[in-house]
C-alpha cells in the first residue's frame, strides 16, 4: 500500500503556509488532508497538487472551555477550499467576543500554527490556521 502523500510531507509544507492535497485522476475531486483514496470516488489513482489555501468560512464555533493543553477561548472554523474540500482549522486575528454569524461566507488564506506536545500525544503538531482577508 502506498500513500502518495504522506503526513509528513503534508505537515512539512503546512510548516511553510503551503497546503499540499490529492487531486484525484479518476474523477477530478480533492482530497484534503491526506487520504489512501480520493473522498469523492474512492480511487486511489492520485497525485499529489498544490492547493491555494484560500476559500470561504462555512461554518465555525467558538471554543470557550479548552481540552487540556489548549488555552481558551479561540475559534475552530470549517473551510470551504476554492478548490472544493472542507478543511478544519483555527480562525485567528478575530476577537472571540466579536466573532458573529457575518463571518460565515468570508474569505480566508492558510496559514498554520505549532501546537506543543502534551500527555496525551506523540509530540509537537502542526494545525492549519486561517486568517480573514481584506
Keep these: 500500500m502506498e500513500y502518495k502523500l504522506t503526513h509528513k510531507a503534508y505537515t512539512s509544507a503546512l510548516r511553510e503556509n503551503r497546503l499540499l492535497g490529492l487531486k484525484c485522476n479518476a474523477c477530478g475531486g480533492y482530497t484534503v488532508p491526506p487520504k489512501k483514496v480520493c473522498i ?3 480511487s486511489e489513482d492520485l497525485d499529489v497538487v498544490e492547493l ?30 476554492d478548490e472544493g474540500p472542507w478543511l478544519m ?15 460565515i461566507g468570508r ?3 492558510l496559514g498554520h500554527a505549532v501546537i506543543p506536545g502534551d500527555k496525551f500525544s506523540a509530540g509537537e503538531r502542526v494545525t492549519a490556521t486561517f486568517s480573514l482577508e481584506n
Design 40 to 42: 469523492e470516488c474512492a
Design 52 to 81: 491555494s489555501g484560500r476559500g470561504e468560512i462555512r461554518t465555525f464555533t467558538v471554543i470557550r472551555v479548552a481540552a487540556e493543553g489548549f488555552q481558551a477561548p479561540y475559534i475552530v472554523g470549517i473551510v470551504e477550499l
Design 89 to 103: 482549522g483555527n480562525v485567528i486575528d478575530v476577537d472571540c467576543d466579536e466573532a458573529t454569524m457575518d463571518m
Design 107 to 109: 474569505r480566508v488564506r
